[in-house]
């Protein structure tokens, strides 16, 4: 068989329109998903790009690989230590690793193993192709490999193919003569209105609406159409415009690819086909813009959709699940075994039987853990996302708060102070998984901890000082004091 897999960065499954989002954005994917089997509440269970590819790719949460921010100790996979043999467990044992043992050719075209000098990524890959600019690349850059790729191999049988875009993500980047289909439509929800921008210009901490390159409002030629800061509610429309281009770019290059799929008569036979994300983005939620900084509903929130010969077509999966549980799927169906000689297990539950018979293979909850912006655990349950959020990221956000998402996707109302049977009910969920996490991992460190004690988040150390400076004078200047109380004197 063969097996191709979209790795598309920054996708929030709310922004396609086969999730119900209101523009066209996705209509290559939208169809694709009719001919398998789409999840509907599917989570990145450690935010953002690198702690959530290490889940994928590992088949373990960050409390158990250790990766759970971008920078410090928390951004290395730990080692397997004393008992490693001649290869370790989890490079042998990884996603990847899944479709070389069942007798495919592995290939992957993109940079993020450069990115963030994150080899153990390429792992089962017989080849790996970097186009060279770590995540600045946009689509048209990646496509036209790929398709050679394709022209010289893709009539053969048993590969399987990675294809990692990265242009929804920060900052967006769309080609010079890429037209926005959007710039005059309006938003599918137009949430933020005047007052509510009002509140975002004075909103503190990084990637607000002053200061969308994180704690400045600089601009770069290489990327003209990104702009450093947001001045009126217009901009904040034309911005979210933005990064649809960058969602809708993605799904036009995809369609190049299924387009050579089906001329050459290769997508219905024995093709089958993943589409899944890192991780989503904040758009105006919490204040903040073009940024995927917390353990919230649309940073964690992303697509899985998955084509799989001889499964279910159009079918539509309910309840929770996050992306350490494609590995043990992928194994499944694939008929893989586990290599292990020091006890390894995967954390994820395979879902292979609701792609065959629609099966209720979900979990009760999903607990989400964001450590390289900020440092949250959060809990999605029932229709609640409960936060606790033990470092802000020099954003004023309190330590518990409780949202219902289904009536309230933008997180704007806190229950926590109406609620705190849930707020206890999503605090003993988050204790219970963090007990089983520590009973179960080879260490003694919970690597959230790690991270407090090197500094605290990797996108926040020694950014407080300059930031005060900078709101000094400003609306903003409030701001100050609070940073000072919630965070100590500089």
């Known amino acids: 068989m063969r097996v191709l897999m979209f790795d598309i960065d920054t996708l929030r499954a709310d922004h396609m329109g086969c999730y119900g989002y209101g523009r ?9 998903a009719k001919d398998g089997v789409r999840f509907e509440d599917f989570y990145c269970p450690n935010a953002p790009c690198l702690p959530s590819r290490a889940s994928m790719v590992t088949g373990l949460y960050g409390v158990h690989s250790g990766i759970v921010g971008h920078g410090g100790t928390a951004a290395d996979l730990r080692l397997q230590g004393r008992n490693r043999s001649f290869t370790e467990e989890l490079s042998e044992n990884n996603l990847f690793m899944q479709f070389r043992r069942a007798g495919m050719h592995t290939v992957s075209f993109s940079t993020f193993a450069e990115r963030h000098s994150a080899w153990w990524f390429n792992a089962g890959f017989n080849e790996c192709y970097n186009v060279g ?7 048209e850059m990646v496509t036209p490999h790929v398709l050679d790729w394709l022209e010289r191999n893709g009539k053969e049988d048993n590969w399987m193919m990675h294809v990692h875009y990265w242009d929804p993500h920060t900052p967006y980047r769309t080609p010079a003569d890429f037209e926005s289909p959007f710039a005059d439509q309006p938003l599918p929800d137009d949430w933020i ?3 509510i921008f009002e509140e975002h210009l004075l909103h503190i901490g990084p990637h607000g609406a002053n200061e969308i390159n994180m704690w400045n409002d600089d601009t770069f030629a290489q990327w003209p159409k990104h702009p450093g800061r947001l001045t009126c509610r217009e901009d904040a429309k034309h911005f979210i415009d933005l990064y649809d281009d960058g969602v809708r770019f993605t799904d036009d290059n995809i369609g190049q690819i ?5 001329a050459h008569d290769l997508y219905d036979d024995d093709l089958a086909i993943i589409i899944t994300s890192d ?6 939620e919490f204040g903040v813009y073009g940024e995927h900084g917390m353990a919230d509903e649309p940073v964690c929130r992303i697509p899985m959709i998955v084509k799989w010969p001889g499964m279910l077509k159009g079918h539509v999966a309910k309840g929770f699940h996050d992306n350490v549980d494609l590995l043990p799927t992928m194994r499944e169906l694939l008929g893989t075994p586990l290599v292990t000689w020091d006890g390894l297990r995967h954390d994820g539950v395979s879902f292979a039987k609701t792609l065959q018979d629609g099966s209720d293979c979900s979990k009760p909850c999903a607990v989400l853990v964001q450590c390289a912006h900020v440092c949250q655990r959060s809990v999605r349950f029932d229709d609640y996302l409960y936060m606790r959020t033990t470092h802000g990221g020099y954003h004023l956000l309190p330590d518990e708060m409780l949202f219902n998402v289904k009536e309230d996707p ?3 109302r806190d229950l926590a102070a109406e609620r705190p049977d849930l707020c206890a009910k999503g605090a003993k969920l988050i204790l219970d998984w963090n007990d089983q996490m520590m009973k179960t991992s080879r ?3 919970d690597p959230m901890w790690t991270v407090m004690r090197e500094g605290g988040p990797e996108h926040c150390r020694g950014a407080l000082e300059k930031y005060m400076k900078r709101i000094e004078g400003t609306p903003r200047e409030y701001g100050i004091a609070l940073l000072k109380e919630k965070y100590g004197e500089v």
């Open 24 to 32: 066209n954005t996705t209509p290559v994917m939208d169809e694709i």
């Open 133 to 139: 600019n770590r995540g600045g690349e946009s689509a």
């Open 193 to 195: 209105t005047d007052e």
């Open 258 to 262: 299924i387009g050579w799929l089906k």
């Open 279 to 284: 991780h989503g983005e904040d758009l105006g």
């Open 410 to 412: 933008h997180q704007r």
């Open 443 to 445: 260490f003694d460190a």
